[in-house]
């Protein structure tokens, strides 16, 4: 698909603390829509396909019948929970338009927690199958507890320390200063206070770990041919993949390949598709449901080696603009949102229309990675018309 279909316009809602969003949740998604037909400059009723994941509530057909949609000829799920899934909607979506099954499609993501209740809170024990099963006995209830032992693993075999944590916390803090989307916007991170936040559980945090938010996301995407008629500039897909090694589902915590994040079987599908390498990616938008997450996907993507971490997870080469790999430039999920990793697609948008709140210079390739340590994961790869 390089190159075939490009991303002409990107829409979201004001973004809520979990359970305070004004609107309902079908609302959040109908309003971001149109926020995104509109940065497009295509009128809603041209859209004829839609793609999200996470199990998203805001139906397809309810969606096409608010919006006045003319006929609906594409609608697809990713399977996944959180936000494994949020790049390869973005990749159903354009797969769809590539294939002529669809010829305009929206990806998006909707979150209301106050109308259906807290996302992955720990429900239905009375009766457990499956990985909970093995876990819930033990007290194992919740994702970062899980997702720790994991983290914890790999920083034991690759000796690396706890300021690398720290410093993609602070990243993500000191850009969403520069962004009055973020929630934390006006609530800077400083060294003092993470390494005094109390600890979640080890190695992770209270700034180590996601929020918890209201609102919506969406993305407009069409075949390249008609992206150069857009209102703004296009950001053509370069490469997309999904999915995860073997037996990474494996129960109970017994995968072959325990410590990683999923992507190693993922990243090379990713780049060779986009036909270009590690190193010409110039900005990084990376979900972190967990600060580790983060440090074992940026390593499984070829960014830098497990023997680098230390070095290169420094502040100053996490930040805009000069950096040496610019990260979570909005704030991501730490500290702009956690839209399940769909605002982070946004923002590499933005990157490459070189109109983010914190730019990086090197931003004709965005790099954007889906839901680390969970089965599926999925990444992107977003780029300027140059790049092809």
């Known amino acids: 698909m390089r190159g075939r279909v490009a991303i002409v316009g990107i829409g979201e809602t004001a973004y809520y603390k979990h359970g305070r969003s004004p609107d309902a949740e079908f609302k959040l998604a109908v309003k971001a829509i149109l926020a995104a037909c509109e940065d497009a400059g295509i009128h809603p009723r041209d859209i004829d396909g839609f ?13 096409a019948a608010a919006l006045g949609i003319r006929r609906l000829r594409s609608a697809t799920m990713q399977w996944g929970g959180g936000g494994g899934g949020c790049c390869a909607a973005v ?20 979150l209301a927690q106050g109308q259906y209740g807290r996302f992955g809170r720990t429900t239905g024990i009375e009766q457990i199958s499956g990985e909970r099963a093995y876990l ?9 507890q899980r997702f720790a032992m994991r983290i914890r693993r790999f920083m034991h075999d690759h000796g690396i320390g706890q300021s690398a944590l720290r410093a993609i916390a602070m990243a993500s803090y000191h850009h969403a200063q520069a962004n009055p ?12 206070t993470y390494d005094e936040s109390r600890w979640i559980v080890e190695p992770l945090h209270l700034y180590d770990c996601c929020m918890e938010n209201d609102g919506a996301a969406a993305v407009v995407m069409v075949p390249a041919e008609r992206a150069r008629d857009a209102r703004q500039t296009p950001a053509y897909l370069l490469g997309a993949a999904s999915g995860s090694g073997y037996r990474a589902g494996a129960h109970p915590h017994n995968a072959p390949d325990y410590a990683s994040a999923s992507f190693k079987t993922v990243a090379p599908d990713l780049f060779a598709m986009a036909q270009v390498a590690p190193s010409e990616v110039g900005v990084v938008q990376s979900y972190e449901n ?37 990260l979570n430039t909005s704030g991501g999920n730490l500290a702009e949102c956690y839209m399940h990793g769909f605002e982070l697609v946004l923002e590499a948008v933005r990157q490459v229309r070189g109109t983010s709140t914190s730019q990086a210079v090197r931003n004709q390739v965005a790099l954007v990675i889906g839901g680390p340590m969970v089965s599926p994961v999925s990444s992107l790869l977003l780029g300027q018309e140059s790049v092809l």
Not at 136 to 144: E, F, I, K, N
Not at 181 to 192: I, N, Q, S
Not at 290 to 308: K, P, R, S
Not at 313 to 321: G, S, W
């Open 136 to 144: 819930m006995p033990y007290g194992v209830l919740a994702p970062p």
């Open 51 to 63: 793609a999200s994941f996470s199990d998203d509530r805001s139906d397809a057909t309810r969606l």
């Open 290 to 326: 967990f600060t580790g997450g983060v440090l074992m996907a940026l390593i499984e993507h070829g960014l830098f080696g497990a023997e680098e971490a230390n070095e290169v997870l420094q502040l100053d080469n996490l930040l805009a603009p000069h950096g040496r790999l610019p």
């Open 91 to 110: 990749a159903n979506g354009a797969a769809a338009i590539e294939s002529g099954m669809a010829e305009c499609v929206v990806a998006f993501r909707s």
């Open 181 to 192: 989307r973020a929630v934390m916007h006006g609530r800077p991170l400083d060294t003092k």
